[in-house]
Structure formats: C-alpha cells, structure tokens
C-alpha cells in the first residue's frame, strides 16, 4: 500500500499564490506517475496536473502557465505551485499516484481544501 499526505491549502484572495505538497510513503518502489486532480462543489473530480517519474508533466488547459508541477523522486513529494489563482480554482485538491503499468489512479490522499475568493 501506498499512503499519501498532502498539506498546503488554504484561503487566498484572487491573484494570489499558494503551494501544495504531497508525501508518499509505504510500499511506494513501484509508483508511476503522480498527479494533482481537484474536486469543486457540484463538480466531477478533474485532473489538474500530472509528473512522471522521468519528471514528463502535464497540465490542464485551465491551469497552464499559472500552476507548476514537480517532483522529488528521493523524497518521494509532489508539489503543485499555483499562481494567479482565480474564484474557479477553489475546490478540494487530492494527491494521487499509480503503480507501473497501471492505467488508473488506485492511491489517493485525503485531500486538500483551497478556497479562492474574489
């Protein structure tokens, strides 16, 4: 099993910044791809961003050129740095990885919350 734990939220006005991070530990030799997807009231959950292990990243449009993805393969840490962030933004954000070879996400942390307001 691999257990995630992420910190880093908060409340935060419009255009402002904030950075989130995410731990993993346990059986985490054979994690893949660790990712940030985000969850807003009413909403389906949604992939914000996503690192290999080789540090490939990937963005959604929505947050391209405001948040950044990285990673720290020896700490085993995530990091999601998001700038100007917008009313939009405010969700629950969740930490999650994958094992080699799998298709789907099957470890998550508990969440996250990040409240933007205008």
């Known amino acids: ?8 939220g908060g409340l935060v006005q419009a255009g402002g910044s904030l950075r989130l991070s995410c731990s993993a530990s346990g059986n ?19 992939l914000v961003a996503g690192i290999t292990e080789g540090g490939t990243t990937n963005n959604a449009d929505s947050v391209k050129g405001r948040f950044t ?3 720290d393969n020896a700490k085993q840490t995530v990091t999601l740095q998001m700038h100007s962030l917008r009313p939009e933004d405010t969700a ?13 996400y099957s470890f998550w942390g508990q969440g996250t919350q990040v409240t933007v307001t205008s």
Do not use: H
């Open 69 to 71: 993805i990285s990673r």
């Open 92 to 104: 629950i954000y969740y930490c999650a990885t994958k094992r080699f070879g799998r298709s789907n």
């Open 28 to 46: 985490t030799d054979f994690i893949s791809t660790m990712a940030w997807y985000r969850q807003a009231p009413g909403k389906e959950r949604e």
């Open 1 to 8: 099993q691999v257990q995630l734990v992420e910190s880093g």
